[in-house]
């Protein structure tokens, strides 16, 4: 268990559509990064937040958009869904910029 | 193009063989870090490796940074099932430590 929590586990829904998707950190870590998994892109980096603050950006569409919380949980919103949307959503979490990441089980995410 | 490539892409081989696989880039890294992920789970840090031509191991696996620090292999001796899973390379870019991923290994062990 690498203490990161994500919800939902699964998810299901229609084109178009809006969703969002949970994670609550390892309890004192502040970084928080949120991965994209497909099977044609691999795992593709999108967004970091750092003690709330956004500090990365990677290829993360217009369509999404993330924040983290003062609690430091984060969550990733996803919007006008689109089929190749379809994916494993991973967050992870360290202590700072120079610790090793920990990953949740992540989201998968299905548009139909 | 990637800045990672991990060969080969598919490795499926029987419990008992030993197997290596590589990951190679045409830049410079100040580290690597190798990741193995299970079905239906997230990516778990193996190790990390810093300097050029450092070899790590853990238990059956063996770790290499290749001497300019431009690629990396993994050596996985007696494969079990336990091993059969998905295997990362990584490394950080950017001035935020962002983690960039290989494109993968998916290794499956049969019995």
């Known amino acids: 268990d690498s203490g990161v929590t994500q919800t939902p586990k699964h998810l299901i829904t229609a084109t178009g559509q809006r969703v969002t998707l949970r994670c609550s950190p390892r309890?004192?870590?502040?970084?928080v990064y949120w991965y994209q998994q497909s099977l044609d892109q691999g795992l593709q980096f999108l967004i970091q937040y750092y003690n709330g603050e956004e500090r990365a950006k990677g290829n993360i569409l217009e369509r999404f958009s993330a924040q983290q919380f003062p609690d430091l949980h984060s969550e990733l919103n996803l919007s006008s869904l689109e089929l190749g949307d379809s994916a494993l959503y991973f967050c992870?979490?360290?202590?700072?910029?120079?610790?090793?990441?920990?990953f949740g089980n992540g989201t998968r995410l299905t548009v139909t | 193009t990637q800045l990672l490539e991990q060969s080969p892409q598919f490795l499926s081989i029987q419990e008992g063989e030993n197997l290596t696989v590589y990951c190679n880039s045409s830049s410079v890294f100040s580290s690597l870090q190798w990741y193995r992920q299970e079905p239906g789970e997230g990516p778990v840090l193996l190790v990390t490796v810093v300097t050029g031509g450092e070899v790590k191991k853990l238990k059956r696996l063996t770790f290499q940074f290749g001497d300019a620090r431009k690629d990396s292999s993994l050596h996985i001796t007696a494969a079990q099932p336990g091993d059969t899973g998905l295997y990362l390379c990584a490394v950080t870019t950017g001035t935020a430590s962002k983690l960039t991923f290989g494109t993968g290994t998916r290794l499956q062990v049969m019995l």
């Open positions: 309890s004192g870590d502040l970084s």
């Open positions: 992870a979490s360290s202590v700072d910029r120079n610790s090793p990441l920990h």
